[in-house]
């Protein structure tokens, strides 16, 4: 797996606000250090205190920019509080990037209710939370954008995860209404749809609480999963898994300037898994 350069290629974040949920862990940690490494003053949210004091100490020098701040997407209450707490810090707010999420596989007949409500309040419910509490700050802000994460799973059948590929189709269907209704406002929405992607969603190792869940059920038929296999070849995952950073630096681009004329849209991460 490619570990992140931590070398500042780019320039893009200086002067620049971002909030980014799921900042304990995973793609999330991984684009809290992208956009601190570009300059930017970053609030990283999430709902586990070891993983933001896991992204503070790797982001080393960059950590003077940096503030952590404990919020439960999938409550109101402490997205309302969380994105006040941000904001205030920040002064204001540029960039939202809602990375997030958490996936609960089995058998579809074994899934109980409270496990597929689960996935859709922290991931679909809690994006949308993120969002509305963040749009004032963001109206007021500088070039504003929110990224969004979808999934290979919401356009591409992957077994065992209906619940998952539920709440990510409904977070790309409501990314493309938000870029609509925002367009003339100057506020872009765009969504990623990561896959094949090691992180703590999907090898299980996080630290971030949102972001770890059951693995696939025991008696997986795991030839259903054939098709979904990378055809670049990258690190030494037994998987041909990317690392999170993939999905960063596409990230840092979306909600950068040079991505001014792109909204109402998604870029796939996968490796040309469904090529």
Do not use: C
């Not at 996936?103 to 969002?131: C, E, P």
Request: aromatic share 6%; hydrophobic share 45%; charged share 15%.
């Amino acid at each position: 797996m490619h570990a992140m350069s931590t070398t500042k290629i780019l320039n893009r974040y200086e002067g620049r606000r971002a909030l980014v949920t799921g900042g304990g862990s995973g793609i999330g940690q991984a684009t809290v250090l992208r956009l601190l490494a570009e300059g930017g003053s970053v609030v990283a949210a999430d709902v586990s205190e070891a993983g933001l004091a896991d992204t503070e100490a790797k982001a080393g020098e960059n950590a003077a920019r940096l503030t952590k701040v404990l919020v439960n997407i999938a409550d109101e209450e402490s997205v309302k509080a969380g994105v006040a707490e941000a904001t205030a810090a920040l002064g204001g707010l540029d960039v939202l990037v809602n990375a997030a999420g958490i996936l609960r596989s089995g058998h579809t007949q074994d899934v109980t209710l409270a496990d597929f409500n689960q996935v859709i309040q922290v991931n679909l419910v809690g994006t949308f939370l993120m969002i509305r509490e963040s749009l004032p700050a963001l109206l007021e802000g500088d070039e504003p954008a929110v990224v969004n994460f979808s999934s290979t799973a919401q356009n591409f059948a992957h077994p065992y995860m209906a619940a998952y590929a539920a709440s990510k189709g409904g977070i790309q269907s409501m990314t493309h209404a938000l870029a609509m209704e925002f367009s003339k406002q100057g506020v872009r929405f765009t969504s990623v749809q990561p896959g094949s992607i090691s992180s703590g969603m999907t090898d299980g190792s996080g630290q971030a609480k949102q972001s770890v869940g059951p693995g696939l059920p025991e008696d997986a038929d795991m030839a259903l999963f054939q098709k979904t296999a990378p055809m670049l070849q990258v690190g030494t995952s037994p998987f041909n898994f990317a690392g999170p950073d993939a999905v960063a630096a596409v990230v840092a681009m979306l909600a950068s300037h040079d991505g001014y004329f792109i909204t109402g849209t998604e870029v796939r991460i996968d490796g040309g898994s469904h090529m």
